[in-house]
């Protein structure tokens, strides 16, 4: 056997680039604290391999048979829901989360319920066998038919996995390559992994779920070509220590990438929550100036939100911006347009806006509730409690129109609302339901203070 020489080399885990040494800021993805030394063994005598690759002809789209599917339900709504109507055969899918947080538990559930219709292998390579076992024992799963596997070399449990339906891996980072000589969650042995068993997935038609361990920036631990080659990502957000957590999709091939499943975590399992209108919405609304629930959409469903502000007088010469659930920038820019447009100062504020429920508002159409509410807080003046809105705002100051507003209303009269503000372009697509809510069109978001607030008078704009 040829002597073997051991090589140290310095590798991203964000992007996977390469380094020649240790550096703060990696030169490639411009991440600052990424890069870590990897310690791998090449035989000094290495003989280049004589393998072709075969190619394989161009054909025309027109010429390519469609392939039919039915979708596999995984017996938990919620997930069926993120998932996009169910899982997809020879799919990959990558769930991500913070330990503690219910991945394994999640997964275990699923692979239990799968297993009275189909050959499901699953591959604990964190746990033993008599662990996975206990765990099913404390849910309360018939596990009589699902098989289990310790093991954390990949090149075995493919090998084991090759009649089976659906595989699951636990995690990505514990298994490792025997022909690869870095440790098992490097960023070699991470890609060439997730590579190996995308291979498998659509050469055998098996379906792999993969669980996957998040860095403290929340990200998927490992180089940003294992969210790459997925079919399917989804993330579990909350906190371990609550009740609630939030399953979201950030990538689905098969989907739409902007769904939410909400699930609640008891004694027996993790359970998918249908009836969500209290998780996101406050019981005290109203009671105090400061909040306004907003119809948002995530991906095909409508969820009321609240959105609470708080302001208080600042002790240092530059005010802070605290948002929860809310991008910074954005929130900002909310700010920004209130002093200017509605003549409403908060340079002597500190300001804290939070999403209820731990949830993320991403699109535009919560601006005129954040707006709203920020007001109030000034005001210190309460909204009443049946009121909701929705709507973009421009740096001019004019609420804009909005996509869904149907659907936005439509969950508003569901919910027992009586009043809805919203701009006055998505008036006319809304109006069959003027006998059951009142509707509030509104252009500028000044108008829009002044309908909630009567009683104040317009403050002259500073000279």
Not at 83 to 102: E, N, R
Not at 383 to 389: L, M, R, S
Not at 394 to 405: D, P, S
Request: aromatic residues 6%; glycine residues 8%; charged residues 25%.
């Amino acid at each position: 056997m040829a002597k073997q020489k051991t090589a140290t080399r310095y590798v991203c885990t964000d992007c996977g680039a390469v380094s020649p040494g240790w550096l703060g800021r990696c030169p490639s993805c411009g991440k600052f604290g990424t890069i870590v030394e990897e310690i791998e063994e090449e035989p000094q005598n290495s003989q280049k391999s004589t393998y072709r690759p075969t190619y394989q002809k161009p054909v025309k789209l027109s010429e390519v048979e469609k392939e039919s599917f039915e979708r596999i339900k995984s017996g938990i709504d919620e997930l069926d829901t993120v998932l996009g109507g169910g899982i997809v055969p020879a799919s990959l899918v990558l769930i991500g989360g913070d330990p503690g947080i219910g991945k394994s538990t999640l997964m275990t559930q699923v692979a239990c319920t799968l297993s009275e219709n189909k050959k499901v292998l699953y591959a604990s390579a964190e746990e033993s066998c008599a662990q996975v076992k206990m765990r099913t024992e404390r849910l309360g799963l018939s596990s009589s038919k699902l098989d289990l596997i310790n093991e954390t070399e990949l090149g075995a449990i493919l090998e084991s996995a090759k009649d089976y339906d659906i595989l699951v891996v636990d995690s990505i980072q514990a298994v490792y390559l025997e022909e690869m000589n870095s440790s098992a969650g490097s960023v070699g042995q991470v890609k060439e992994c997730a590579a190996k068993l995308m291979r498998f997935a659509k050469s055998t038609r098996t379906t792999v779920f993969i669980v996957g361990h998040v860095t403290k920036e929340g990200a998927i631990a490992g180089p940003k070509i294992l969210e790459h080659i997925m079919d399917t990502v989804l993330y579990f957000e909350g906190q371990p220590q609550d009740n609630y957590k939030l399953l979201r999709a950030v990538k689905n091939r098969f989907g739409s990438a902007q769904e939410v499943g909400v699930f609640e975590m008891r004694e027996n399992g993790i359970f998918g929550v249908k009836d969500y209108n209290g998780i996101f919405v406050s019981e005290e609304r109203g009671a105090e100036p400061g909040s306004l629930v907003t119809p948002s959409i995530s991906g095909n469903r409508c969820m009321p939100v609240e959105i609470q502000t708080l302001l208080s007088k600042t002790v240092f010469g530059m005010p802070r911006r605290m948002p929860l659930g809310v991008d910074y920038n954005r929130a900002a820019l909310l700010i920004a347009v209130l002093e200017k447009r509605a003549y409403l100062p908060f340079y002597t504020f500190d300001v804290y806006v939070t999403a209820m429920g731990g949830i993320k508002l991403t699109e535009p159409a919560a601006d005129l509730a954040i707006a709203l509410a920020l007001a109030s807080s000034h005001k210190d003046v309460a909204i009443n409690k049946d009121v909701c809105a929705f709507g973009e705002i421009g740096l001019t100051g004019e609420v804009r129109g909005v996509m869904q507003a149907e659907k936005r209303v439509a969950e508003c009269v569901r919910l027992g609302f009586k009043t809805v503000i919203l701009p006055e372009r998505n008036l006319s697509a809304v109006t069959k339901y003027s006998s059951k809510i009142k509707l509030v069109p509104v252009k500028h978001i000044y108008q829009a203070i002044k309908l909630l607030f009567p009683s104040e008078r317009r403050e002259e704009k500073n000279s």
